[in-house]
């Protein structure tokens, strides 16, 4: 059973760092594209920040590039999201997510990938 959990985030003020962290189970961690997420109140969920856990390519939204970084740890099976710079409009609650690929571009939309943690939400202050 796949199973994705996400753990770290919290409330900070602008300008602030968190760190994200999801713990993936159930699969061969290197067969994946994990992505994260992000759903504010009202708007659509979107995609912040992806790696291809095959050939390590890695995908970031404009909104997000120079302030957050995607990593991963394969001995754990855990792929992170260090979030610096943090601003209000970062508030949110982050998914991560999961999807077999088989070569080709980095899935960036929500509805690319079938399997989802619970989600964790990040609160930035003004």
């Known amino acids: 059973e796949v199973q994705l959990v996400e753990s770290g985030g919290g409330l900070v003020q602008a300008g602030g760092s968190l760190r994200l962290s999801c713990a993936a189970s159930g699969f061969t961690f290197d067969d994946y594209v994990i992505g994260w997420f992000r759903q504010a109140p009202e708007k659509e969920r979107e995609g912040v920040s992806c790696i291809n856990k095959r050939d390590g390519n890695t995908y970031y939204a404009d909104s997000v590039k120079g302030r957050f970084t995607i990593s991963s740890d394969n001995a754990k099976n855990t792929v992170y999201l260090q979030m610096n710079s943090l601003k209000p409009e970062d508030t949110a609650v982050y998914y991560c997510?999961?999807?077999?690929?088989?070569?080709?571009?980095?899935?960036?939309?929500?509805?690319?990938?079938?399997?989802w943690g619970q989600g964790t939400q990040v609160t930035v202050s003004s």
């Open positions: 997510a999961a999807v077999r690929i088989f070569g080709g571009r980095i899935p960036t939309r929500p509805n690319s990938y079938p399997y």
